[in-house]
């Protein structure tokens, strides 16, 4: 009897010592088990080769992607562009043109597309989606720029000076170009000043 009540006092010693210790060894092991995740982020951060890069935790990235950009099609800012091209000249004559003219217009993060008037014997006037290898000329600007320049009132040589476009071939053809795309209201007051 006397040993079952010594082991009984031992029991209650060790539970008593054990709820006593509990929150120690809590704090301990809940200190071990951050230490554990911190030191498995830093390996994960880590890249394994020189050339290839760890992913990011998974918690950083989720707060990332719903901050990310939205990507904007370029596709449909380019056709909006030579659509607008298009309208300027569709309906402008270009039987008095001399010769071709074929001018690249580089559209900064957009895209390219180039205007020809009489380069092609099927079609007077084309804006086509893609580069032109013969162009006479190369323009390169914004679509805001391109935007403006398809409305027709617009001062080229302003714009060069701006820095808002740039040019860069044969003059002559885009002095020609730019003859054609300024609007028909502009166009009779040049024409009336000339025959004056």
């Known amino acids: 009897m006397a040993e079952e009540k010594a082991t009984k006092a031992t029991r209650r010693t060790a539970k008593t010592k054990a709820a006593v210790n ?3 060894e809590k704090k301990v092991s809940a200190a071990k088990a951050a230490e554990k995740k911190t ?12 050339t290839e890069k760890a992913p990011r935790a998974a918690k ?10 939205k990507t904007v099609s370029t596709a449909i800012v380019l056709d909006d562009l030579t659509t607008a091209v298009w309208k300027n000249i569709e309906h402008k004559d270009v039987a008095e043109v001399p010769g071709a003219i074929a001018i690249q217009v580089n559209v900064f993060d957009t895209g390219i597309f180039y205007i020809a008037i009489k380069a ?6 084309q804006v086509m989606q893609s580069d032109y ?5 190369i323009v390169d600007t914004s679509a805001e720029e391109v935007l403006k320049i398809a409305k027709g009132d617009y001062d080229f040589v302003e714009a060069v000076k ?3 476009l740039n040019y860069r071939g044969d003059l002559s053809k885009a002095v020609r170009l730019a ?3 300024k609007s028909d209201a502009k166009l009779e007051t040049v024409k009336e000043k000339a025959s004056d």
């Open 39 to 50: 030191t498995a982020r830093k390996t994960a951060d880590k890249p394994k080769t020189k």
């Open 162 to 164: 701006a820095g808002r």
């Open 22 to 24: 509990a929150p120690e």
């Open 60 to 69: 950083t990235a989720g707060t990332r992607t719903g901050r990310a950009k």
């Open 120 to 125: 092609n014997p099927d079609e007077s006037k």
């Open 179 to 181: 003859g054609i795309l």
């Open 133 to 137: 290898y013969l162009a006479d000329g």
